[in-house]
């Protein structure tokens, strides 16, 4: 099996103008080609390669393309060219566009999932975001984009310190109360391969902040779940519209009640925690193959 690894230009090794969290990049290289079986292959590449570099692979990965919602279209037509050649792509791409577009998250509302309250905005300006207030009787909001990655483009306002009069997004927007579990608690993030559980950690922010992200000084650690927990991320992948993608990293926040609410469901390209999952490498390739053999004619 000859495995292509997705990346882009600044989290592919070498590059000089690379991203200061690219060693997330290396460090789940490293987990593939530990587990790798004689005979096997990974590569990783640029997604915005010519499509004749990815002759001669089996199957992609999705691994670090994390300019794709820069480039939007081009992304998504990428992996239909890829998938055209005749190479299974991982997590698929009809799976990516639903995930794209953070909206998701009302339709996995709609289907019983116990999201964070979220009001979807075309582009929001002062107006929408001091109506967000009243609108989830809190004073303080965060604003996302849409179709967006690792907090990049991301805003928190407060009724004390509310966004200029001139200011614009600039992006379809998603606006939700801030949650203090995420600063006095963390995020956790629980990891299935296949549909199965993997590992967990909760990620927590740098003094501060709010962003547990490396990019901001976030910070993470280990954990085993809570039965209650672990049941909490199991609903949202049978809930999901499709069957379980070969990986999904549900992150997740305590709500005010002290359930664990949906922050995101990351099924394109989401960075899967190797040092705190030592069985991923095995886990994701075994994974992998039992995909391509169900698929096979």
């Not at 928190?156 to 006095?184: C, K, Y």
Request: glycine content about 10%.
């Amino acid at each position: 099996m000859n495995i292509a690894f997705l990346a882009c230009s600044t989290t592919l090794p070498g590059a000089t103008d690379r991203r200061a969290d690219a060693f997330e990049h290396d460090l789940q290289m490293e987990a593939l080609v530990a587990a790798l079986a004689p005979g096997e292959k990974v590569t990783d590449i640029d997604w915005q390669a010519p499509l004749e570099a990815f002759a001669g692979f089996d199957a992609v990965i999705i691994g670090t393309p994390w300019d794709y919602f820069d480039n939007r279209e081009a992304f998504l037509a990428k992996l239909d060219a890829i998938e055209a050649l005749g190479m299974p792509v991982h997590n698929a791409p009809e799976v990516v566009r639903w995930n794209i577009d953070k909206g998701y998250l009302a339709e996995l509302g709609e289907r019983g999932v116990a999201t964070i309250p979220t009001l979807l905005l075309d582009n929001p300006g002062p107006t929408e975001i001091l109506a967000a207030f009243d609108h989830f009787g809190c004073d303080r909001v965060v604003v996302k984009r849409r179709v967006g990655a690792g907090a990049e483009g991301q805003f928190d306002f407060t009724r004390e310190t509310p966004p200029e009069a001139d200011w614009r997004m600039g992006h379809a927007a998603l606006v939700q109360p801030f949650l203090s579990g995420i600063v006095e608690e963390g995020e956790y993030s629980l990891i299935f391969i296949d549909g199965q559980f993997s590992h967990g950690l909760i990620k927590r922010p740098a003094p501060g902040d709010y962003r547990v992200q490396s990019l901001y000084g976030g910070w993470d650690t280990a954990i085993t779940p809570a039965a209650a927990d672990l049941a909490a991320a199991q609903a949202i992948i049978v809930g999901l519209p499709f069957p379980a993608p070969l990986y999904a990293r549900i992150d997740l926040v305590r709500g005010p009640e002290g359930d664990l609410l949906l922050m995101e469901a990351e099924l394109i390209e989401p960075f899967l925690y190797p040092l705190q999952g030592p069985e991923l490498g095995p886990r994701l390739l075994a994974g992998l193959r039992a995909k391509l053999t169900a698929s096979a004619p």
